[in-house]
């Protein structure tokens, strides 16, 4: 029984070459675990500042080109101004006269039997124009108008009786848009 004992002592203990270090042993963690650690926080909070700045930047960036491209000024149309302006006598008056005159283009008026088919409305000045220079070539029936210079419409007059409006929708839609689901409104 001795025997035993001795064989089962000598299977435990430790190899002759030398002990095993566990890598998370005290020896190793010792000393420089809070210098790295806070250098870990000063790289996570770097990383994050500059991820944000860029976010904030691109974001910035595309507001900027998207406002300075709808902030560019419109040729204006040389209004006619052959009649002849009377001077005002009473300035107490109660009719008030605008600072600035507005050139406001008005919309032919439609024939009996035609109607206005509103093919696109746009916010960006530089669609519009080039979509509108784009179709003068095809068809110069199209016009282009805008209330607000904000707005674009791009429309044609067409002559169509009111059972014939969808066919004409859907024709128009398929001739501007193609193979896109878009909308073509009609305005009388």
């Known amino acids: 029984m001795t025997e035993r004992t001795e064989i089962q002592q000598y299977e435990k203990s430790p190899e002759k070459h030398g ?21 870990r926080k000063l790289l996570i909070a770097v990383g994050i500042l500059v991820g944000l700045g860029v976010i904030v930047w691109g974001g910035y960036l595309l507001y900027s080109k998207k406002v300075n491209g709808n902030t560019e000024i419109l040729e204006a149309t040389p209004v006619d101004n052959n009649q002849e302006v009377q001077p005002q006598s009473d300035t107490t008056s109660s009719v008030t006269q605008r600072d600035s005159p507005m050139a406001v283009i008005p919309t032919p008026p439609s024939a009996p039997g035609q109607y206005k088919f509103v093919c696109e409305v746009t916010n960006t000045k530089q669609r519009a124009m ?6 003068q070539p095809l068809n110069p029936q199209y016009k282009m108008e805008t209330a607000d210079s904000i707005h674009f419409k791009i429309y044609v007059f067409l002559p169509a009786s009111p059972a014939d409006t969808t066919r004409q929708k859907d024709s128009l ?16």
Not at 130 to 135: E, G
């Open 130 to 135: 080039s979509r509108y220079a784009a179709l």
């Open 173 to 188: 839609r398929a001739w501007y848009w193609g193979a896109r689901d878009r909308i073509i409104r009609i305005e009388r």
């Open 19 to 39: 002990e095993r270090k566990f890598l998370y042993n005290s020896e190793y963690t010792s000393g420089h675990q809070g210098q790295s650690n806070a250098i």
